[in-house]
């Protein structure tokens, strides 16, 4: 079964992914196999995609502001959007190394490294066959990378937000930890939040999915085609619709 092949999506990866078999910094094997793939599914469909960037490969805002640090948690969230800005020059640079040009756009300033976000100018890059790279979450303490992924994803009319992770959909509950775990093919916004057992994004980013009637599609990235399988129409993961 096939769906309407989307005309501009965007893609949502996290820090882990770019740490990819590590426990810290970034895996170029991962980063190279990405851009191939990205490369070749903007070559051979003409999808447009916009990717936002999470930075937990590098450090986690909630997390250094926790444990008597003494740094406080907009400080720490803003390490954080230094962090997406990091992952989001590694990916431009690989992508380009594979032909495939890309830009990056800063939430937060840091003009020596990337561009600032600026909406037209996103539109404009898009059209022309460019991957836009959005860094720095919404530029703003206390707001997940998960919700600046639904954020841009309205704001640039993508049709679709793809949550790339490393199982392939959503499950009833944890497959690692219960073996009767279902996957699910279809599922609603207000059930993604209302599950306790079911994680998708965080709840602020499904809430603002589901005000906006925008589809988020679950899949599994480390499934090479899969990308080029969402383009193409076809049925792949779970829909949170």
């Given at each position: 079964m096939n769906a309407t092949a989307p005309h501009r999506i965007l893609l949502k990866l996290s820090g882990e992914q770019f740490a990819g078999k590590n426990s810290f910094g970034i895996d170029t094997d991962f980063l190279l196999d990405l851009a191939k793939?990205?490369?070749?599914?903007?070559?051979?469909?003409?999808?447009?995609?916009v990717i936002v960037v999470g930075g937990g490969n590098f450090l986690r805002g909630a997390t250094l502001s926790k444990n008597e640090t003494m740094i406080e948690r907009a400080t720490a969230d803003?390490?954080?959007m230094l962090a997406t800005i990091m992952n989001g020059m590694a990916l431009v640079d690989i992508l380009e190394h594979?032909?495939?040009?890309?830009?990056l756009q800063a939430r937060i300033h840091i003009d020596?490294?990337?561009?600032?976000?600026?909406?037209?100018?996103?539109i404009r890059?898009?059209?022309?066959?460019?991957?836009?790279?959005?860094?720095?979450?919404?530029?703003?303490?206390?707001?997940?990378?998960d919700t600046a992924a639904v954020s841009a994803a309205l704001e640039l009319n993508c049709e679709i937000v793809l949550k790339a992770t490393k199982v392939?959909?959503?499950?009833s509950k944890d497959p690692n930890k219960h073996a009767d775990a279902v996957k699910l093919h279809t599922i609603s916004h207000l059930d993604a939040i209302k599950d306790e057992n079911i994680s998708v994004m965080?709840?602020?980013?499904?809430s603002l999915a589901m005000d906006n009637k925008l589809p988020i599609r679950v899949f599994d990235l480390l499934t090479k085609g899969n990308i080029k399988r969402i383009a193409n129409g076809e049925m792949v993961g779970t829909l949170v619709c």
């Open positions: 793939e990205l490369h070749e599914v903007v070559t051979q469909t003409k999808v447009q995609i803003y390490m954080g594979f032909g495939q040009p890309a830009r020596s490294v990337a561009e600032p976000y600026i909406r037209r100018r996103a890059h898009l059209e022309k066959g460019r991957v836009v790279i959005i860094g720095g979450g919404t530029g703003n303490p206390f707001v997940t990378t392939d959909g959503v499950y965080d709840n602020a980013a499904i």
